[in-house]
């Protein structure tokens, strides 16, 4: 059993940490013993760097769960905007749970198969333990891991959380709380640890050759499969899609704090792409963090351009909203292929992506499948989008991405759906009509998110529920 | 005198940098001079490393004052909120001061004393400033120190910040702005560094053997015991306890603010503790840094799950609030003790943790001891069981650490309770009554937070100050 | 051509990458060929720490965007903060497009060059791209540069969006959306550029031996040039200066959003500040990285205390506005040299860029230049001060200084000027008086703030549009 397995999901670097090792054990034979310190020092500082370069963008990704719950409760309603900060802290802390006690053994400890093992309760390695015993033998053995285990684990656990993250906002205002923490609960412990077994776990779409670098798909359409089957069990919010065809517009209500979780959001993708480098020993690591920070950021900026110039033809007017779903659907798709070498690629990948969510937010609109923050544009089509386009820019299998985005499609989808719909019969995961009405803050928390301010009622109010009698 | 003492709360891991050192040192012999400058590189970027993770890390925990404002912001009612932004920004700024100039010399320049030594004003060393000159003769001297010496001020100033945001909390809508900038001086000044001079300063407690890693005694009680003794000398707001024993409800007035502050702490958390490791350049450092991350958010996410759990029970109701404070109190503490190697107790100790505080609130209401923000079951008692807990965990003694516990608290709270009454006596601690009825806002500052919100009106508000006259 | 030129704004610090490289190769040709793994081990080590030092810090000050958009969004009136919410999205998007097709180019491909070269399209070296593309022959002239090419990039272009965010702030409640975006684009494309082609591009005023560390002149004098321009083109806010000579207090909207802004941008200012060391791989760096950080702090907070206890003589109240710019022309101030030894110079330095921004701030509004958040005093008063100050302090030319300060004031404030009035002729630059009276949100976006609260009324308003007809 490798415990200790990292995701590795670029070939062309592959055993770039390991040749440098040998370089310097060949070296150290023809000065034997006498340059052995010199040359653990570098390994060890090599080491240090690849622990240290998870922990901080690890840090970061954390980070980005603060971003979607500001984002989530600027945009829905006031009356809802409690319960969607207790899913958030809740979902993270879940999620956490669940990869430390699950998920992690599943994706990573029985490296190459289909669904993972059940090893559970992840934690250092002996050798780790030893040395921090004072076992000073057990160095060289923490060493040729290239980073301390549960740094790992650490940056790992971040990214599941995101993709429990995704779903909270696109079931905002009406799914039930303690159904959504079920959900979150099996999401994060079981379906995103196999698809994660089946890609960086170098399971069989691994070894078909699909690639897909920091996520695109295995977090970001992930987490929107999961969201577009809730939304279709849970159904659309009351009043949303009236009889007479048109669509009630339920703007964000609290529009700064919504700018906030997309900056929020900006600056962790950097820890989530730049940290998918999954090592700094080394200087093609360097460059290659480096030129992915770049990427990322020109990818999300180009979503954003492209929003700002394409809203008013495509929903009708300059949209704040969806210049802010340009950033961040840019950034799903430059997710699977941040590491590519020509920056204009990443705006163009990133600008495509910005359309893609606008043009999948009128999709769905029209299928009345209700998105309250158009997460399942921005992570699941974007998603799609660049995972397909890595293989465009960077000269990868087209048939191989395609057949990877399908199979994580229709497991990550037909398992979710199924759960939510276990989850119905057993808990109901949709609030009464009243509870919508009254608003889930006052109903499921007692606690309004803005008890002192007096707000607007809605006028249409009495439409939306007018069937609730 | 030493000036350049650093904190080394652990006896386990002593000397591992001056082993490596060593070792480097014996290869250099052995083929001197040639591989002098590979053996300096080595050094050198250990030297870099830990710098780097002072830098790093103490960023993160600066970032924490912001999460404090926030966490308090939100809390207070409307027309306290912009009184508690000044506060907050202004105990960063006299902390940082106060530190600059008394706080670390008493703190570190005399190690092992008692109260430590009034050296004014701390700066570089004569060697860092001569390197900087250009004087290459001096880097051997600054290697030897193991970080530079800012950089250790840096780190240790942001842990002073956190001690006096901790009483910013408890006392918000009621404790007068200069008295409370008054008292933060003295506590940044003299209290936390005489508390700091006799644990990290390797005073009579460190010597004791008493061990609390990255301060949940020392930083968080200590924050805890000068915010009880506040809270006891201003007394609760009007109101707040009713004359027929009922307790007037305050809830928060900005939900979505309170968990971004929250969030932010969640952040910061990971640099209060993973900088507390004081090195990088090990690998037994990174393995270490890697452990205690991991174990911080899984004691912060067991104390959410707690909260979500058994808030009903205990409070009445599924308590955001009580959830929020969860993760704080569980990350409060396995502050004492984050780098213990199994995992499961980190979230045990959370989870109890979290518990410690939703029963400490109930107990402080009980004795009709007014804390806004929870900051005294969150930091104090969630701190002493966490100071408690590590002996449990990791082996420690039980004895010992109660002793820490009960000496850090006569102190601090007999300190904080005089200098509180003779602030009372000399200016006055508690705004009037008129005063607290407006709101400090209007009444100290003339700025209210939202001018443009319409606000509810109190409709307690006539009962509350009945007696005002 | 240099592609890989880096600023350098130090003469101290020169030469000692160069000269550790040199050290080690000495000690290699020695021993050569058998420590050769060692040694390049060290420089690769070396180029590792140098890279990821630009995108740690880099990813603070993009993070800076962020803080300038909170604190913009709770300046304005409610009515005004969506569309301030877009400008900044928007201009950190058009920043690093434009400074990614142009204005790096311009700044830095054509060294000591007068207005730099139209060198478009700034990325990877050929070195760079052969080494991710396996070629190991590559890795001594990438290591050679002494970090990645993109890292200093995207260092580079975040100062750049910083320049930017600081016109918004200025002129929010009354430019036009598309006129601030042209406007941005060139500032970001050009002109910037040009000032520092000037500076760090080795140009002729860093010939003339002109310092300023991390931009107090060249970002922050420049943004402040920028917006005063815009200031005076686009003319004070309907009813802000009134016939009877008073002025019309305009409050911000969200205290708590604008203090976030505050914190965000005092904890981004250590990447500001620490990155612009430009390197990280030597002991002198580290040292000088350490003693960055804490005097940018210690500028902020003396920059705090000062406004806490002068605003009142100065400004007529304990001015909680004025405290929060006090942080932020403290740190501008002490931007222009905050590698100084003494940490005393730097709390003098933002105690009196605090000052400055105080009474800038009432000289501005003496000759009826409306300025929203007080950008022009804390940002380009503050950053003559500071670039004057450094002299003071560090013993440099003041002449040379003064030219400095003046030539880049004569560009930038000129061609900004001329920029605003073409804008003007040919977009127009200024909403209607009806937009401004119903406000940018609801006029230009069809998307209020916070579409759900009630708002008062403004009782001045109808006086404020009364010729509006």
Known sequence: MIRHQVRRPRGLRAGMYVAITALLSSAGLLLAPATLAA????????????TYSFLVWGVLVMWMCAGFTMLEAGSVRSKNASVICMKNIGLYAIAGL????????????????????LDFFYGPSAEEVALLGGDQGAAAAVVENGHAVMSDWFFQMVFVATTASIVSGALAERVKLWAFFAFTAVLTAFVYPIVGAWTWGEGWLYQMGFTDFAGSTI???????????????????WGKFRRDGSIKATPPSNIPVVTLGVFILWMGWFGFNGGSQLALAGVADAVAMSNILVNTNLAAAAGVITALCTSRPILGRVDLFATLNGAISGMVAITAGPNIDNPLWAILIGAVGSLVCMVGLKVLEA????????????????????TLATCIAAGGNFVTQLVGVLSVGAFA????WILWMV?????????SRSVESIGQDAAELGLDAYPEFVLMVDPDEDDDFRDAG
Do not use: C, E, K
């Not at 040359?39 to 690849?50: E, H, P, S, T």
């Open 39 to 50: 040359q653990d020092g570098a390994g060890d500082l090599g080491f240090v760097l690849n």
């Open 219 to 237: 977090v970001h359409s992930t987490g929107g499969w999961a969201a577009l089957a809730g939304a279709l069990v849970v159904g659309p919010r």
């Open 413 to 416: 989808f037909s398992v979710s």
């Open 423 to 431: 989850l119905d019969r057993v808990m109901g995961v949709r609030v």
């Open 98 to 117: 669940a990869y430390y006690i699950i998920g992690y053994g599943i994706m990573y400890t029985d490296v190459g198969s289909v669904i993972g093992s």
């Open 367 to 386: 299928r009345r499948i209700d998105d309250v923050v158009g997460a399942v544009p921005a992570h699941l089509f974007a998603g799609i989008w660049g």
